[in-house]
């Protein structure tokens, strides 16, 4: 059975940091793209950034420059620094992996993490 299990979420004050993580188990994952959304109450999934197998890097507008995705392709594991976090960035952070390339859409990911909420006080 496949499992993701996202870790690191918290309340931090803006401006702080935080470092998620996301371990995969059931298969390997090091050919799949892995990825990180977020969800904000009564907002959509939003795609957040996404690392191919290769370790190509994809973001959101709203977190490059703040944010950096990583793997561990041996310990099918992917992470999120977070820096300079703001208000806005206050969500219950997701992660997922899919066997093609990176997409924006949360539709085309095949598995899911339980989540993580990351709260950013002002």
Excluded: H
């Excluded at 959304?37 to 795609?47: L, S, T, V």
């Excluded at 973001?59 to 990583?70: E, K, L």
């Excluded at 392709?73 to 976090?85: G, R």
């Amino acid at each position: 059975q496949v499992q993701l299990v996202e870790s690191g979420g918290g309340l931090v004050q803006a401006g702080g940091s935080l470092r998620l993580s996301c371990v995969g188990s059931g298969r390997a994952f090091s050919s799949y793209t892995m990825a990180w959304f977020r969800q904000a109450p009564g907002k959509e999934r939003d795609f957040v950034s996404a690392i191919s197998w290769s370790g190509n890097t994809y973001y959101a507008d709203s977190v490059r420059g703040r944010f950096t995705i990583s793997r561990d392709n041996a310990n099918d594991t992917v992470y999120l620094q977070m820096n300079s976090l703001q208000p806005e960035d206050t969500a219950v952070y997701y992660c997922a992996v899919r066997p093609g390339g990176w997409s924006t859409s949360p539709d085309l990911w095949q598995y899911w993490g339980q989540g993580t909420q990351v709260t950013v006080s002002s």
